[in-house]
């Protein structure tokens, strides 16, 4: 090869260097309690200081649901076999709050022991990547999901679906996902029926998407409450708050606010209790 080639050599693969995407670091994972994936580039873990938690004595009407998911974080963080966990049902029931106080309650009782990862809904097709990057730490890390769900011509589930199932490296041992979803199949029923009426065979080209959700090991329903379920939201946050007001007063005043609202739900008992304290002068944690 000619001499005077070499110096062009050099700079190309000088320029394919710079056009890289740079390796992620190995970050500290003891830096927080949570951090949030960015696959960037350049891709980071970013520590969150302080999670936007409620206290998980608070969270009512979901008893059985609360049960099964802290028994299974706390089995996680203590280095027992643990299910990866959906959460799916009806909006505004506490899904996402009752996997942050879990994870709170598991650090709780052994400080340090759980991380939580928080991966946005688009960068799901990137959750091979962050598997990748804490297989590496000896810190046990619980990825989280909200709200997530898929649309027609949706494809990432299948990266969803292979780390579900483990793949030929398999899911590592110090990570658990958790999801949460307003859809029981994660699929809109559209692209469900879309899928059955123009596949040769129906039924195989519909498991592919339906069986999803089969691939979490806890399937846990949320259900909308019922009116007694409601006024006992509304009275278990205000009693921690410690407003000033009787039990009639607020279950009439939370009555109006929930038929202006059109709905009844944790969410709405919350927001209420927010509403209330403020016009009571009474101060809360958010």
């Known amino acids: 090869m000619p001499t005077s080639l070499h110096p062009i050599l050099a700079r190309i693969a000088e320029a394919l260097e710079r056009l890289a995407p740079p390796a992620l670091a190995r970050p500290d994972l003891g830096a927080a309690d949570a951090f949030v994936w960015h696959p960037g580039p350049p891709a980071r873990l970013d520590p969150v200081p302080k999670v936007s938690a409620v ?151 519909i498991e592919e998407k339906v069986s999803l959700s089969d691939r979490f090991g806890l399937w846990i329903g949320f259900h909308n409450c019922d009116q007694d379920t409601f006024f006992a939201m509304v009275e278990g946050y205000a009693a921690s708050f410690g407003l000033p007001a009787t039990t009639e007063e607020l279950r009439r005043a939370a009555v109006e606010w929930s038929v202006t609202r059109g709905a009844r739900s944790g969410r709405v008992a919350w927001q209420f209790v927010q509403d209330m304290a403020g016009r009571l002068g009474v101060r809360t944690p958010g």
């Not at 076999?81 to 049902?89: I, K, Q, S, T, V």
């Not at 890390?141 to 292979?162: I, Q």
């Not at 899911?171 to 859809?183: D, G, I, K, M, Q």
Request: with cysteine.
């Open 55 to 205: 206290e998980i004595t608070l969270l009512q009407g979901v008893e059985r649901q609360k049960a099964l998911i802290l028994e299974n974080t706390l089995r996680f963080a203590r280095g027992l076999p643990a299910n990866n966990a959906m959460l799916w049902g009806a909006r505004g029931m506490g899904k996402s709050s009752l996997v942050k106080a879990a994870h709170a309650a598991a650090n709780a009782e052994a400080p340090g022991a759980l991380a939580l990862i928080e991966i946005q809904r688009e960068d799901i097709r990137t959750l091979p990547d962050l598997l990748n990057v804490l297989r590496a730490s000896d810190r046990r890390c619980l990825v989280f999901c909200d709200d997530l769900s898929f649309e027609r011509e949706d494809a990432d589930y299948k990266a969803l679906k292979s780390v579900l199932d483990g793949g030929i490296e398999g899911r590592p041992a110090n990570v658990l996902f958790y999801a949460t979803s307003n859809r029981r199949h994660l699929m809109p029923r559209d692209m469900i029926e879309n899928e059955r009426s123009t596949a040769i065979n129906p039924s195989e080209a």
